[in-house]
């Protein structure tokens, strides 16, 4: 079954306390992305990758890193982790970046809370 | 740069009533234009999209999007609502990112 997992789906971590949320997909897409929801804001792209080892900052980099190494896997790294980014997580693939209008697929969403 | 606008926070219609959701877009070429929706809980689900040709799309629950270039516009209709709609629904438009809306919530009475 096509599908994008990813880990944890909840977690409560404290200020400060390095963590990686891990993405797989399992349909061999090149284009990956990172994206965080918050009420009223709709779905801010955080960081986006075209393909291995290629990654860029969407419009909310700030306080996440990524990377790339696999085709199928893309975590998210908070290095110190700070109460405004309790969110809700969700990671997205798609075939190709390029024509643009390619479906996107997305995780089932991950939930941070950090205290 | 792109941008979608969904200018309703929160809808409530009557069960067997119809549904329209707006969304305006920005764009500065053909846009790629898509409507999720998101059930409580859960993650998001693609109902439609639209890349070109009739302008008119039909999706998945019986919904439909008419895209209007002339109003840059890419509402999403329902003739009629069921109970298990009742959701939050993101308009998104997409080339090399996605930007989504800040979503509908869509509440349906009894």
């Known amino acids: 079954e096509a599908q994008v997992t990813q880990n944890p789906r909840y977690l409560i971590t404290v200020t400060g306390k390095k963590l990686t949320v891990t993405c797989s997909q399992n349909?061999?897409?090149?284009?990956m992305s990172w994206y965080r929801q918050d009420p009223g804001l709709g779905l801010r792209q955080i960081y986006y990758?075209?393909?291995?080892?290629?990654?860029d900052k969407g419009d909310v980099p700030e306080g996440y890193k990524v990377s790339r190494k696999e085709k199928r896997n893309f975590p998210l790294i908070l290095e110190s982790p700070s109460p405004n980014q309790t969110s809700l997580y969700f990671c997205?693939?798609?075939?190709?970046?390029?024509?643009?209008?390619?479906?996107?697929?997305f995780g089932e969403g991950s939930w941070l809370t950090v205290v | 740069a792109q941008s979608v606008t969904q200018p309703d926070i929160h809808i409530t219609v009557s069960e067997g009533a119809s549904l329209e959701l707006r969304c305006n877009y920005s764009?500065?070429?053909?846009?790629?234009l898509f409507w999720y929706v998101q059930s409580p809980g859960q993650g998001l689900q693609l109902l439609l999209k639209?890349?070109?040709?009739?302008?008119l799309v039909q999706g998945i629950k019986g919904f439909e999007a008419e895209f209007k270039r002339s109003q840059s516009s890419f509402n999403l209709r329902k003739p009629s609502v069921h109970w298990s709609d009742a959701a939050e629904y993101f308009c998104?438009?997409?080339?090399?990112?996605?930007?989504f809306g800040a979503g509908t919530r869509l509440t349906v009475k009894p």
């Open positions: 764009y500065g070429a053909t846009p790629y």
């Open positions: 990758s075209m393909n291995v080892e290629v990654t």
């Open positions: 349909m061999n897409h090149e284009y």
């Open positions: 639209y890349f070109s040709g009739d302008t």
């Open positions: 997205a693939s798609s075939l190709s970046r390029g024509i643009g209008g390619n479906t996107i697929y």
């Open positions: 998104a438009v997409g080339a090399r990112n996605m930007r």
